[in-house]
Nanobody
Framework: QVQLVESGGGLVQAGGSLRLSCAASRNIFDYDTMGWFRQAPGKQRELVARITSGGSTIIADSVKGRFTISRDNAKNTVYLQMNSLRPEDTGVYYC????????WGQGTQVTVSS
């Protein structure tokens, strides 16, 4: 059973920073890609950032220059560093891993106040 456990969400003022962590129960090299998605109330879930097993990254245009995705293979953990947060970044952030199947974490709430 694959488990992805997110942490690091919370309430922050606009312009602030948060770092999300996603700890995997298996070696993250088992996954072709790992990433972060978010879902705001009334909206569809959208990709925020993704990183491959080789270290290549994709960052959504809406967060480019503000968010960074990284991985620590020794800790089987993927991070999302979020800087210069805006109210429109508010939502539930989900960790995702793809390796023959798509796995999801339970989500962590990020709320950015204006």
């Amino acid at each position: 059973q694959v488990q992805l456990v997110e942490s690091g969400g919370g309430l922050v003022q606009a312009g602030g920073s948060l770092r999300l962590s996603c700890a995997a129960s298996r070696n993250i090299f088992d996954y072709d890609t790992m990433g972060w998605f978010r879902q705001a109330p009334g909206k569809q879930r959208e990709l925020v950032a993704r990183i491959t097993s080789g270290g290549s990254t994709i960052i959504a245009d809406s967060v480019k220059g503000r968010f960074t995705i990284s991985r620590d293979n020794a800790k089987n953990t993927v991070y999302l560093q979020m800087n210069s947060l805006r109210p429109e970044d508010t939502g539930v952030y989900y960790c995702n891993a793809v390796g023959g199947y798509a796995y999801w974490g339970q989500g962590t709430q990020v709320t950015v106040s204006s």
